[in-house]
């Protein structure tokens, strides 16, 4: 087995509290949704939440990729 790189799992560790503070943000707005059961929201709650968090997937996405390169080059 692979041994993970205390660096990526830095990364993961900040990328989570990130995605939970976005949630806790979005929770906020849509008061309808009860955080207990995110995992039950509607397509259309899923579409919001997808629209609200995409920057910061695109974000992350590319912080995991620059962090990669970086590694593979050493």
Same mark, same amino acid.
């Given at each position: 087995?692979k041994?993970t790189?205390?660096?990526? $799992? !830095? ?5 989570i509290q990130?995605?939970?503070?976005a *949630? =806790? ?5 849509h008061?309808e ?8 929201? $509607? !397509?259309e709650?899923?579409a919001?939440?997808q629209?609200?968090?995409?920057? *910061? =997937?695109?974000?992350?996405d590319?912080?995991?990729c620059?962090l ?6 050493k």
């Open positions: 087995m041994e790189n205390p660096r990526f $799992t !830095d990364l993961n560790l900040r990328h990130e995605s939970g503070r *949630l =806790a943000k979005f929770l906020i707005v008061p949704i009860d955080p207990n059961f995110v995992d039950d929201m $509607t !397509d709650q899923e919001d939440w629209q609200f968090s995409s920057d *910061l =997937a695109i974000t992350q590319i912080e995991r620059e990669d390169i970086e590694l593979r080059e």
